[in-house]
């Protein structure tokens, strides 16, 4: 059980996902437009929590964005994985400009930590062309392997359907060890 004293009992939080480095840190990513709503304000965040000692003490819960008090745009559903290298690499779907000629409609944000799930680096955009799609990319999902590639797959709904079930284009990034930084 991870005891949060930070969270409140009734506050909700959208898809936790986890991942370990196979040692001792464990880190938990969540989302939520309840916790701690003085600071963050109700637009919803991504937060983590960081056991360093696998799982027996927590974090308090921290952004994964430090934009996150002034940002003003939903951020949800994240999914986070680590390599063998120590990148940690958490993904969610975002409403906040990500670059290009981004409209605000939904699109999947990534950041990189490579010093043991401390510190983050700014969101960026999955997809580099970020055009204005007229869709929310949701549901991302993050996968890696012993030789240094990563998986990040997603799916794109358009906002004209009234059937949310309706789908538009599956998505899948496949990058080497530097996520692309080379």
């Not at 991870?2 to 939080?13: L, S, T």
């Not at 981004?102 to 699109?107: A, R, S, V």
């Not at 993050?142 to 359907?161: C, E, Q, Y």
């Amino acid at each position: 059980e991870v005891a949060c004293e930070n969270c409140a009992a009734a506050a909700r939080f959208n898809r936790v996902a986890a991942a370990n480095d196979a040692a001792n840190v464990w880190v938990i990513v969540f989302s939520s437009s309840y916790f701690d709503r003085d600071t963050f304000g109700y637009d919803g965040d991504v937060f983590m929590l960081r056991s360093m000692d696998r799982g027996s003490s927590w974090s308090v819960p921290a952004p994964i964005s430090d934009d996150a008090v002034t940002d003003g745009s939903r951020d949800l559903n994240p999914t986070v994985a680590r390599d063998h290298t120590g990148r940690w690499v958490v993904a969610w779907t975002s409403y906040r400009p990500l670059g290009g000629a981004d409209d605000l409609d939904g699109d999947i944000a990534v950041s990189v930590s490579v010093d043991a799930a401390v510190t983050w680096s700014a969101p960026v955009g999955a997809r580099r062309d970020e055009e204005p799609d007229l869709a929310t990319d949701r549901d991302a999902l993050l996968s890696t392997d012993d030789r240094g590639v990563w998986m990040l797959s997603w799916k794109t709904v358009p906002h004209a359907s009234s059937r949310w079930t309706e789908l538009r284009h599956t998505y899948a990034a496949v990058a080497d060890a530097t996520c692309g930084d080379a």
